[in-house]
């Protein structure tokens, strides 16, 4: 816990130093439009951060978030073509996000595979059957209130409807696992998945869960993702999985399961945003730009984990002599 | 104390983490040829002082010398290059590798440039055979029992050919026919001159193995003298400061109706046709050599292995478990063997280790955790079951290795079941509290709870048990009344194989 603790100061102290960096950058960098507008972009990865954190915290990772948003996002396409009010059509795309978690879970829980491979492979089925029934078209048309979501705000403030989803999620997750008896369950699986066993915990259902939720966040995603291209398409957030598992890794949660926290995570996620707007302001072409978030990344984390590193060997080696 | 200058010695090691001094100018002495054993209670000090010797923490204060020049050793292989090899209490294997791979880590034998798996294994083989332990060296560890992880610490130190050989609780995990060879084994090398450094709870493995005596209490050496000049009260006074409760303080308790009723319970591979009845108040000790199936039936119980066959009725209605969740439905705990691995979540604080099993019974609503209940059950279980630690928030990793086994123990009896399992209980565990735990259990009977108690201490199972039942390789072989019970006869009942009846001449059962 200490380590954690410290570990959110040390972000929040990237976070300031992104903003004073962002600042000189350029003037334009702190006006409140700017920061929406990076918030905004930065939404669709925030929300599917959060059911991967719970994810990455009982051992397991899921690589094909990216193209359940995809299959999501097509579902959703294809029932507004079939002439579906956009309501129908978004819960059946919750339903297609779910079931598509629900797989990946009931393979790696009940049938015992490693989840990487699992969702590596359903990363590619997901991907095709979106293609496939979608193809290359682009569904447009939606209704206002529907376009306002990805990168409307609310009246007469700064504050993107999507950051408003963003909160209501975080908050339900964040007292999901901090503070009720399943997300202690969580920490237990992640740390020491046969003593969670013995100790009355349903291992399997608490994975399938964590899996069903991620699918179901995917859709949200989709969701919010659809508004704001204003178009769904078949390859939408391709690649998503990356700054997805980036953002949990860079908060604070340990890739092996068993530890970390959601405040860790929302900070990573603004550090995210506010980077690349910032690198956006400065002129820094995307391509440069990624190259420049991929070195901030590594190098806080090379920084830092070295540290925690050394803790956590430390630590282990103690736990092993006993 | 001895004329001849010893091997290894300690000289005012001190050490603190954080706040707490867990040792204050200790001084040891190990001498080649002679067995040095170390006692005191849970969390005195005693494995610190082995980690320090070890490399594995550094000491805040003192040396360590070698030879009378001072040293510090760069952890195991380090140490193993200077002579000295090191049994930790809570080996450290590798779980995926065989046992042949463990035992010889890093020092493979070698033909041509490439592991010679054939020498590999037959030396693994013969090693594990001086133990008298038969297991199959090609097995990766993850498929044996804590028992055996142990005997491969055993036999890899064994076989380092060091001149220092420390040994932190060996017999605390194996049973009392290892412990036997082990002694053997240990006896040879000091004649050979290795010094011996012994860690163990059992006054009388102390005293009959022991050549010269520490006692630490609370980080400080309290006395250091020739084992023979120590009785066996004296030895526990100087340990627990006071008098110690009486051990085995089973309260003759009313039986009542059978709560549990097993009918013919085979699984597992090899527990065939295991019957028996529980009653209220009663507790059944099954007796048995590692392997014999106690710690399985355990498990069949527990809803964690399916049995082939077989019925299981508690309180007169069939129940079969099929999950461990089930089976605490049913008013069932087991308290598992294997601390590390089966029993507790290392990195969580107390608190969420011992209430881990009623975490749900203490959400309200929503399931948001009632922390205020959560904190005070941890609390009265801590201070019941005598934990030494800073506070319910310390991390159960850096407790000692008793004190993370009485937190094991709150953990099993907080969710207060109908019928307890308890799989080895007092392993590690210190004489007074061990006193303490036999009070607890024998309390929990008189209350008309149904326990059964899985050990390999055989004094405990005898002074415990209203009736013991002894295992061998999977089958019920002899049952014993509280009344009619005879040591001799039931460690004979428990290791009267072929196996053994070949290869060793006569049986010596423990003093
Ligand atoms: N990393 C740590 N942080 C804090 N306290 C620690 C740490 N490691 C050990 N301790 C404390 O040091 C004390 C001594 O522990 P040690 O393991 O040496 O006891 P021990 O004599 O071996 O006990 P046991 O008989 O239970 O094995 C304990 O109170 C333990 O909680
Ligand atoms: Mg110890």
Same mark, same amino acid.
């Given at each position: 816990?200490?380590?954690?603790?410290?570990?959110?100061?040390?972000?929040?102290?990237v976070?300031?130093?992104?903003?004073?960096?962002?600042?000189?950058? %350029?003037?334009?960098?702190? =006006?409140?439009?700017n920061?929406?507008i990076?918030?905004?972009?930065?939404m669709?990865?925030?929300?599917?951060?959060?059911?991967?954190?719970?994810?990455?915290?009982?051992?397991?990772i899921?690589?094909?978030v990216?193209? /359940?948003?995809g299959?999501c996002?097509a579902?959703?396409?294809v029932?507004?073509?079939?002439?579906?009010?956009?309501e129908?059509?978004?819960?059946? %795309?919750?339903a297609?996000?779910?079931l598509?978690?629900?797989?990946?879970?009931?393979?790696?829980?009940?049938?015992?595979?490693?989840?990487l491979?699992v969702?590596i492979?359903t990363?590619?089925?997901?991907?095709?059957?979106?293609?496939? /029934?979608?193809?290359?078209?682009?569904v =447009?048309?939606?209704?206002?209130?529907?376009?306002?979501?990805?990168?409307?705000?609310?009246?007469?403030t700064p504050?993107?409807w %999507?950051a408003?989803?963003?909160v209501a999620f975080?908050?339900?997750f964040?007292?999901?696992?901090?503070?009720?008896?399943?997300g202690?369950?969580?920490?237990?699986i992640?740390?020491?998945?046969?003593?969670?066993?013995?100790s009355?915990?349903?291992?399997?259902?608490?994975i399938?869960?964590v899996?069903?939720a991620?699918?179901?966040l995917?859709?949200?995603?989709?969701?919010?993702?659809?508004?704001?291209?204003?178009?769904?398409?078949?390859?939408?957030?391709?690649?998503?999985?990356?700054?997805? /598992?980036?953002?949990?890794?860079?908060?604070?949660?340990?890739?092996?399961?068993?530890?970390?926290?959601l405040g860790?995570v929302? /900070?990573?996620v603004?550090?995210?945003?506010f980077v690349?707007?910032?690198?956006?302001?400065?002129?820094?072409?995307?391509?440069?730009?990624?190259?420049?978030?991929?070195?901030?990344?590594?190098? =806080?984390l090379?920084l830092?984990?070295?540290?925690r590193?050394?803790r =956590?060997?430390?630590l282990f080696?103690?736990?092993?002599?006993? | 104390?001895?004329?001849?200058?010893?091997?290894?010695?300690?000289q005012?090691?001190?050490?603190?983490?954080?706040?707490?001094?867990v040792l204050t100018?200790? @001084?040891?002495?190990?001498a080649?040829?002679r067995?040095?054993?170390?006692?005191?209670?849970?969390?005195a000090?005693k494995?610190?002082?082995?980690?320090?010797?070890?490399g594995?923490?550094r000491?805040?204060?003192?040396?360590?010398?070698?030879?009378g020049a001072?040293?510090?050793?760069?952890?195991a292989?380090?140490a193993?290059?200077?002579?000295? *090899?090191?049994v930790?209490?809570?080996?450290a294997?590798?779980?995926?590798?065989?046992?042949a791979?463990n035992i010889?880590?890093?020092?493979?034998?070698?033909?041509?440039?490439?592991?010679d798996?054939?020498?590999?294994?037959a030396?693994?083989?013969?090693?594990?055979?001086?133990?008298?332990?038969?297991?199959?060296?090609?097995?990766?560890?993850?498929?044996?029992? $804590?028992?055996?992880?142990?005997?491969?610490?055993i036999?890899?130190?064994?076989?380092?050919?060091?001149?220092?050989?420390?040994?932190?609780?060996?017999t605390s995990?194996?049973?009392?026919?290892e412990?036997?060879?082990?002694?053997?084994?240990v006896a040879?090398?000091?004649?050979?001159?290795?010094?011996?450094?012994?860690i163990?709870?059992?006054i009388?493995? $102390?005293?009959?193995?022991?050549?010269d005596v520490?006692i630490l209490r609370?980080?400080?050496r309290?006395i250091?003298?020739?084992? *023979?000049?120590?009785?066996p009260?004296?030895?526990?006074?100087?340990?627990?400061?006071?008098?110690?409760?009486?051990?085995?303080?089973?309260a003759?308790?009313? $039986?009542?109706?059978?709560?549990?009723?097993v009918?013919?319970?085979?699984? *597992?591979?090899?527990? #065939?046709?295991?019957?028996f @009845?529980?009653?209220a108040?009663e507790?059944l000790?099954?007796?048995?050599?590692?392997?014999?199936?106690?710690?399985?039936i355990a498990?069949?119980l527990f809803?964690?292995v399916?049995?082939?066959?077989?019925?299981?009725?508690?309180?007169?209605?069939?129940?079969?478990?099929?999950?461990?969740q #089930?089976?605490?439905?049913?008013?069932?705990s087991?308290?598992?063997?294997?601390?590390?691995?089966?029993?507790?979540?290392?990195?969580f604080p107390i608190r969420?280790?011992?209430?881990l099993?009623?975490?749900?019974?203490l959400s309200g609503?929503?399931?948001l955790?009632n922390?205020?209940?959560?904190?005070?059950?941890a609390r009265e279980?801590?201070?019941r079951?005598?934990?030494?630690?800073?506070?319910? #928030?310390?991390?159960t990793a850096?407790?000692?290795?008793?004190?993370?086994?009485?937190?094991?123990?709150?953990?099993?009896?907080?969710?207060?079941?109908r019928?307890?399992?308890?799989?080895?209980?007092?392993?590690?565990?210190d004489v007074?509290?061990k006193?303490?735990?036999?009070?607890?259990?024998?309390?929990?009977?008189?209350?008309g709870m149904? $326990?059964?108690?899985?050990?390999?201490?055989?004094?405990?199972?005898?002074?415990?048990?209203d009736?013991?039942?002894?295992?061998?390789?999977g089958?019920?072989v002899?049952?014993? #009344?509280?009344?009619?019970? @005879?040591?001799?006869a039931?460690m004979?009942?428990?290791?009267?194989?072929?196996w053994?009846q070949?290869?060793?001449p006569?049986?010596?059962?423990?003093?």
């Amino acid at each position: 816990m200490g380590v954690l603790a410290r570990w959110e100061a040390f972000l929040v102290f990237v976070l300031a130093a992104t903003l004073a960096l962002g600042a000189l950058a %350029s003037p334009y960098f702190l =006006t409140a439009s700017n920061l929406s507008i990076a918030v905004a972009g930065v939404m669709p990865t925030a929300i599917v951060a959060l059911p991967m954190t719970l994810v990455i915290v009982c051992g397991e990772i899921d690589i094909s978030v990216g193209s /359940i948003v995809g299959l999501c996002a097509a579902s959703l396409a294809v029932c507004r073509e079939q002439g579906l009010g956009i309501e129908v059509s978004m819960l059946a %795309s919750l339903a297609v996000g779910m079931l598509a978690g629900a797989l990946n879970g009931a393979i790696v829980a009940y049938v015992g595979l490693p989840s990487l491979v699992v969702t590596i492979g359903t990363l590619a089925l997901y991907r095709g059957i979106a293609q496939i /029934i979608l193809e290359e078209r682009g569904v =447009t048309g939606f209704p206002d209130w529907y376009q306002e979501i990805g990168f409307g705000t609310v009246p007469g403030t700064p504050i993107p409807w %999507s950051a408003l989803i963003f909160v209501a999620f975080f908050l339900c997750f964040a007292v999901f696992l901090h503070a009720t008896h399943r997300g202690r369950a969580l920490f237990a699986i992640g740390n020491n998945r046969e003593a969670a066993r013995f100790s009355g915990i349903d291992v399997r259902r608490a994975i399938l869960g964590v899996f069903v939720a991620s699918g179901g966040l995917c859709a949200v995603a989709a969701v919010v993702l659809t508004s704001y291209l204003a178009s769904a398409r078949s390859d939408t957030a391709t690649g998503l999985e990356l700054p997805v /598992i980036t953002a949990v890794v860079l908060g604070g949660v340990s890739i092996f399961g068993g530890s970390g926290t959601l405040g860790g995570v929302l /900070i990573a996620v603004l550090v995210l945003a506010f980077v690349q707007n910032a690198l956006g302001l400065a002129g820094v072409t995307p391509e440069a730009q990624q190259i420049v978030t991929g070195c901030v990344l590594v190098l =806080t984390l090379v920084l830092f984990g070295a540290a925690r590193a050394l803790r =956590t060997a430390a630590l282990f080696r103690r736990v092993r002599a006993g | 104390m001895n004329a001849v200058a010893p091997v290894l010695a300690l000289q005012g090691v001190s050490k603190r983490f954080g706040p707490i001094e867990v040792l204050t100018g200790v @001084d040891l002495d190990l001498a080649g040829g002679r067995v040095h054993a170390l006692a005191g209670e849970n969390g005195a000090g005693k494995s610190t002082v082995v980690k320090i010797i070890a490399g594995i923490i550094r000491a805040d204060g003192g040396t360590l010398r070698l030879d009378g020049a001072p040293v510090v050793f760069q952890g195991a292989a380090d140490a193993r290059r200077h002579g000295v *090899a090191v049994v930790h209490q809570h080996p450290a294997v590798f779980p995926d590798l065989t046992v042949a791979e463990n035992i010889f880590i890093g020092r493979q034998p070698r033909r041509g440039g490439r592991i010679d798996w054939t020498a590999m294994y037959a030396t693994a083989h013969e090693l594990l055979l001086r133990l008298r332990m038969e297991i199959d060296v090609r097995l990766p560890v993850k498929a044996l029992g $804590i028992a055996e992880r142990q005997a491969i610490e055993i036999v890899k130190a064994l076989s380092l050919d060091a001149r220092v050989l420390i040994m932190d609780e060996p017999t605390s995990t194996i049973s009392s026919r290892e412990v036997d060879r082990l002694f053997e084994i240990v006896a040879t090398l000091k004649r050979q001159g290795v010094a011996i450094l012994f860690i163990s709870h059992f006054i009388d493995e $102390i005293l009959g193995l022991g050549d010269d005596v520490t006692i630490l209490r609370s980080g400080r050496r309290v006395i250091s003298c020739p084992a *023979a000049s120590l009785t066996p009260e004296q030895t526990v006074r100087h340990m627990i400061g006071a008098d110690p409760g009486a051990l085995f303080p089973k309260a003759a308790a009313a $039986i009542g109706a059978p709560v549990l009723r097993v009918r013919n319970l085979s699984g *597992a591979g090899f527990v #065939e046709d295991v019957s028996f @009845d529980l009653g209220a108040g009663e507790i059944l000790g099954l007796f048995g050599l590692v392997g014999a199936g106690r710690s399985e039936i355990a498990q069949m119980l527990f809803g964690i292995v399916t049995p082939d066959r077989g019925e299981m009725h508690i309180a007169g209605t069939r129940a079969e478990p099929r999950s461990p969740q #089930e089976a605490m439905r049913l008013g069932l705990s087991l308290l598992p063997e294997d601390r590390h691995l089966q029993g507790l979540v290392l990195p969580f604080p107390i608190r969420a280790n011992a209430t881990l099993t009623v975490l749900r019974r203490l959400s309200g609503a929503l399931g948001l955790v009632n922390r205020g209940e959560e904190n005070a059950l941890a609390r009265e279980y801590v201070a019941r079951m005598r934990v030494v630690a800073s506070g319910i #928030e310390q991390v159960t990793a850096t407790l000692s290795g008793g004190n993370q086994q009485k937190v094991l123990l709150a953990k099993w009896l907080i969710p207060a079941p109908r019928v307890l399992i308890l799989d080895q209980p007092t392993r590690g565990i210190d004489v007074g509290a061990k006193a303490e735990i036999h009070r607890i259990v024998s309390q929990l009977a008189a209350q008309g709870m149904a $326990i059964i108690l899985i050990s390999d201490d055989a004094p405990e199972v005898i002074g415990m048990a209203d009736r013991i039942l002894v295992l061998r390789a999977g089958r019920l072989v002899a049952t014993f #009344e509280r009344d009619a019970v @005879d040591q001799q006869a039931m460690m004979l009942a428990a290791a009267h194989t072929t196996w053994d009846q070949a290869t060793t001449p006569a049986l010596q059962a423990t003093p």
